[in-house]
C-alpha cells in the first residue's frame, strides 16, 4: 500500500516478498489477486465469527451483521481502507467485490421465508 495499487508493478510486489515473478504470478496471475485474496481472507475471518457465536447466522440478521462488521472493520484500518478503495475503484475487481458480496446474501437468504 506504499505506492498504490497503480503505482506498484507484480516485480516490485514480489521483490518486497523476497521471491521470484514467476513464483508470484504462478499463485496470483494478477494484482487484482492479490487484493481480492485480502478481500476474502478479511471477509472470511468475519464469517467465521459469525458462525462460532453462533449468533445471527440465517437471514437478513446474519447477512447484515455480516456486512456491518466487514465495513466497521475496512472503515477503522486505514490500511486497509486504502486497500478497499482501490477494489471498488478498480472495474474489474468491482465486479468480483459485487458478485463476491451478492453471493454471500444469497447465502444467508436462500428464500423469501428468510426475508
Not at 37 to 48: E, G, K, Q, Y
Not at 65 to 91: K, L
Request: hydrophobic share 35%; charged share 25%; net charge neutral.
Amino acid at each position: 500500500m506504499k505506492y498504490g495499487y497503480d503505482a506498484v508493478s507484480m516485480r516490485q510486489i514480489a521483490d518486497e516478498c523476497r521471491i521470484s515473478v514467476g513464483n508470484l504470478t504462478y499463485h496470483y496471475p494478477k494484482k487484482e489477486d492479490i487484493l481480492m485474496t485480502i478481500h476474502d481472507d478479511i471477509m472470511n475471518r468475519f464469517l467465521s465469527t459469525v458462525d462460532a457465536n453462533g449468533r445471527h447466522n440465517k437471514g437478513m440478521a446474519g447477512y447484515f451483521a455480516i456486512e456491518y462488521a466487514f465495513h466497521h472493520f475496512i472503515v477503522n484500518s486505514p490500511p486497509f481502507y486504502r486497500m478497499y478503495n482501490q477494489v471498488i475503484n478498480s472495474p474489474g475487481m468491482r465486479k468480483t467485490y459485487y458478485q463476491k458480496h451478492h453471493d454471500l446474501f444469497k447465502s444467508y437468504v436462500d428464500n423469501e421465508d428468510s426475508w
